[in-house]
């Protein structure tokens, strides 16, 4: 079945620790993305990457990093200098970063700093 | 800035009525996008809006796009249960790109 995963469904961080999410996709997809969700709220952008070896920052990047080293593959580390990491964290894909087909979620990561 | 609004944020809803939810944007765009999330849960994609007028539907759910009004709706029909979920819309902020602007999301609540 053709989807996209996310690992770890739960995660807690110390404080002062780097975190690395992950996410896999096996649709083909050429674009993949990382949102961030508050409680209660809509989703923000935190990276995207319209096609390997090349991503761009969202809205909210400062304190967080990604690669994009194969298609597949788009993992996302939450660094120390993230003041408030506890979120829920969403990666998704679609077709192209030009294309007009709707974006596919992952289930999602639930981040916790202790 | 491209924001995106969405009202009501939170609905309580009888079985079998009707109701409407709207989602308003500020700057012109021509794709629209919603998405039903439960709790604790990712994200379902419902309908992808393209054009001007565009209308679809699926079950007791119809979405339309106004981009002149820069408004879309999503009309719930004799609602059920089932239908209890946060919903999303999304706008596209760049012709050329696929980097969506999330409304905050309206909490659906359907009781018997």
């Known amino acids: 079945d053709g989807g996209i995963t996310q690992s770890p469904k739960y995660l807690f961080r110390k404080e002062g620790q780097n975190v690395t999410l992950s996410c896999e996709q096996n649709?083909?997809?050429?674009?993949m993305y990382w949102y961030r969700q508050d409680p209660g709220q809509g989703l923000r952008l935190i990276y995207y990457?319209?096609?390997?070896?090349?991503?761009q920052k969202g809205d909210i990047a400062e304190g967080y990093s990604v690669s994009r080293e194969k298609k597949e593959s788009f993992p996302l580390t939450v660094t120390s200098a993230q003041k408030n990491p506890t979120a829920f964290y969403l990666c998704?894909?679609?077709?192209?970063?030009?294309?007009?087909?709707?974006?596919?979620f992952g289930p999602g990561t639930r981040l916790t700093v202790l | 800035e491209l924001k995106v609004e969405q009202n009501p944020l939170f609905l309580s809803m009888q079985e079998g009525k009707n109701y409407t939810i709207y989602c308003n944007y500020s700057t012109t765009s021509d794709r629209l996008y919603w998405y039903r999330q439960d709790p604790g849960k990712s994200l379902e994609s419902l309908f992808v809006?393209?054009?001007?007028?565009a209308v679809k539907q699926e079950g007791r759910l119809m979405a339309s796009l106004d981009t002149k009004a820069r408004l879309s709706t999503l009309h719930i029909t004799a609602a059920v249960h089932d239908l209890s979920a946060t919903y999303f819309c999304a706008v596209d902020r760049s012709y050329n790109t696929d980097k969506l602007i999330f409304g905050t999301g309206t909490r659906l609540q359907v009781f018997p």
């Open positions: 990457s319209q096609i390997v070896n090349d991503f």
């Open positions: 998704a894909s679609s077709i192209s970063a030009y294309s007009t087909d709707t974006q596919y």
């Open positions: 809006l393209l054009s001007n007028g």
């Open positions: 649709l083909n997809h050429d674009a």
